[in-house]
């Protein structure tokens, strides 16, 4: 499983990185209400904070970023689908128990470190040339500050100068 296409599927989500159910089935090689059903007989393991159903206008605004569904048979779904946050993904695989599940499920939550110490390392590197930026900022300034103030020594100094006539006598 590439984690490459694994990361493609990771949406944000009322600010939450989730994957949705028909993806999950998709990478689990089962039927999306296979999926749901296995979720539905064991709720319990699945409390609020793991799993959620996306309102209508959220699953319409999500259609419109990326393709769910095939054309013809199955266009326009019915229900709507699960959102499943990393631990939510993480008790699928006390539920769904194939070797398929397994080895996904390892995937996925490689998957979700990487992009979590990916959204640190940025936030480090933001932080770092910041401090960068501050630190010059202020030497440059020095520096424009010296270079003013030679210039305009210069101009003094020209203006205490008579000019040497050049050309013909």
């Given at each position: 499983m590439k984690l490459q296409t694994i990361q493609t599927k990771i949406y944000e989500i009322r600010g939450?990185?989730?994957?949705?159910?028909?993806?999950?089935?998709e990478l689990y090689e089962v039927e999306t209400r296979?999926?749901?059903q296995a979720v539905k007989r064991n709720i319990d393991r699945f409390p609020h904070d793991f799993i959620f159903e996306l309102?209508?206008?959220e699953y319409n605004s999500l259609r419109s970023q990326i393709v769910t569904l095939e054309k013809g048979k199955g266009q326009h779904s019915k229900y709507l689908?699960?959102?499943?946050?990393e631990q939510g993904v993480a008790m699928l695989s006390s539920v769904l128990k194939s070797k398929k599940?397994?080895?996904?499920n390892i995937a996925i939550m490689r998957a979700f470190v990487f992009m979590r110490q990916y959204a640190l390392t940025h936030k480090d590197l933001t932080t770092k040339l910041k401090e960068i930026e501050t630190k010059y900022d202020k030497q440059f300034s020095d520096v424009y500050e010296a270079i003013n103030y030679l210039m305009e020594k210069d101009k003094e100094d020209a203006e205490h100068k008579e000019?040497?006539?050049i050309g013909f006598k």
């Open positions: 939450q990185k989730v994957m949705l159910d028909f993806n999950l089935a296979i999926l749901k309102t209508r206008s689908p699960f959102a499943f946050t599940a397994l080895q996904v000019r040497k006539k």
